[in-house]
């Protein structure tokens, strides 16, 4: 089991930027994919991007394409989502998710990944 500890969350305007932390202890990324994942007030929980450990590929939500890069550092076994452009509608809790052996075109599905973080607030205003 991987443990998941987010940080970098906080109050920003709209248009800055944050970069957000996942740290991994217990068992360290070494295959599969590390995602982030948010959900707002009275709506569903929404996939943002993911990267796979072993070869960096990355995917991405419409929603957060060109402003949002996700990013790992295996030294440091991190992942990071680093946000610009920061939009009202970027305000949620965001979660880190780790799973195992996920394929490129499972990475968006939630249901793949094992391990979770607790999350991190976001709030933009405008």
């Known amino acids: 089991q991987v443990q998941l500890v987010e940080s970098g969350g906080g109050l920003v305007q709209a248009g800055g930027s944050l970069r957000l932390s996942c740290a991994a202890s217990?068992?360290?990324?070494?295959?599969?994919?590390t995602g982030w994942f948010r959900q707002a007030p009275g709506k569903e929980q929404e996939f943002v991007a993911a990267?796979?450990?072993?070869?960096?590929?990355?995917v991405n939500s419409d929603s957060v394409k060109g402003r949002f890069t996700i990013s790992r550092d295996n030294a440091k076994n991190t992942v990071y989502l680093q946000m610009n452009s920061l939009k009202p509608e970027d305000t949620a809790v965001y979660y880190c998710a780790a799973g195992p052996g996920i394929s490129a075109g499972n990475m968006g599905r939630p249901i793949f990944y094992d391990d979770w973080g607790q999350g991190t607030q976001v709030t933009v205003s405008s």
């Open positions: 217990g068992r360290t990324f070494r295959s599969g994919a």
């Open positions: 990267v796979r450990w072993s070869d960096g590929v990355t």
